[in-house]
């Protein structure tokens, strides 16, 4: 069974609650259960993990190099943290970044991602859609 790990960065344990007319009203729980759901329907299993800390962030993408694959939504890091792409670069699993809203349609410093060159694919603007997007395209 494909192992598929799921890593949220800083705020998005605020999920609900965080400026809901860019992020919807479902908890990050409930999104986490929705992935949870849809691994199973299609045959993979999923580990979650949010942390508020850039180096506990680096520490799972460092501890999910084996996993058959890495959806990553850092969040703020995504715009400027070196060694978290640093981390994406150096791990096995193929890695794609997420975002909930359009990083594009929003401030000029969330269309720079640091990320994106060292992942497989980005996926951005689908809400919750956008995770269930990026393990469709981990698995197929
Ligand atoms: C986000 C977009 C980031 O710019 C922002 O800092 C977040 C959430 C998203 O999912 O849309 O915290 O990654």
């Not at 960065?9 to 609900?16: E, F, H, I, K, V």
Request: aromatic share 8%.
């Amino acid at each position: 069974m494909k192992k598929i790990i799921v890593i949220n960065g800083p705020n998005m344990n605020l999920l609900g609650k965080r400026e809901p007319e860019k992020y919807g009203t479902l908890t990050l729980d409930a999104i986490c259960g929705e992935i949870a759901a849809k691994a199973e329907e299609w045959g993979a299993a999923c580990e979650f993990f949010q942390s508020n800390s850039e180096g506990e962030i680096i520490g799972a993408v460092q501890n999910a190099s084996d996993a058959d694959g890495v959806i990553l939504n850092a969040a703020a890091y995504t715009h400027y943290s070196i060694a978290l792409r640093d981390a994406v670069a150096a791990i096995a699993a193929p890695v794609v970044e997420v975002h909930m809203s359009n990083v594009h349609a929003r401030e000029d410093f969330r269309r720079n991602s640091v990320i994106a060159p060292v992942c497989k694919g980005s996926i951005a603007g689908f809400g919750a859609q956008s995770y269930i997007l990026a393990l469709y395209a981990l698995l197929r």
